[in-house]
């Protein structure tokens, strides 16, 4: 095989690998599959019409992610063990406190002016629109203060977490448009009045921390996915 031809070969495998990974991960993040559930990579890469090497390559980069379990003889879904999700609840929180005091130092007014046009927008959104729709406007809420922190790492991690406790805010949103809407507003008010100690507060209280509440989200996620795979 010539130079060109490995490259080739390459490069066609690299594409492969990217296209198993985004499909994967988009599986994932929709409950695909079931938590603590074994991948049968035999399966997997028949679905997705790509050979071993590149789905490894895809498996093993959201093991990296923490969005897989590498488990030796074969890659498996995390569970949600309670204390695991309590874990990545409470790097969150702490995650976006950091992004909010950053905020208050360095996002400019013009910035903040537009995130209050983004959520005027979003409150006007149709009151029968998904869930699935809810949590990306959620997620544009907050990766928004990620970026006006100017902290390219705490975005990153903040990212990363909500891949991996998507599942659960989704569970969370559910019968909570109002209050989350009208927690947004007061934050980026606090954000905009520079008040580092308050919104830092605000956001805090913002987000779902306390253990009863998350271990409420848990045991609803896990009835959410079993009951969706016996239909």
Known sequence: MSTDEKNADGAHQGSSSHRAYAQLREQLLRSHFLPGQKINEVLVAKELQI????LREALNRLVAEGMLIDRERGFSVPGLEPEA???LFEARVEIECAS????CERAEDAELQDLADFLEGSMAESPDASVDHLIELDIRFHDTIALLSRNKVLRQMLSN???RIHLIRWIAMEGRRDRTQSEHLAILELIRAR???ASMAAMRKHILHRKEDILAAVKAAYGHVYTRASA
């Not at 050979?51 to 590149?54: C, E, G, V």
């Not at 909010?100 to 905020?103: D, I, P, T």
Request: net charge negative.
């Open 195 to 197: 008040d580092t100690e």
């Open 51 to 54: 050979s071993r090497t590149p």
């Open 85 to 87: 999700v309590f874990d």
């Open 161 to 163: 977490l909500n891949d």
């Open 100 to 103: 909010v005091r950053l905020a």
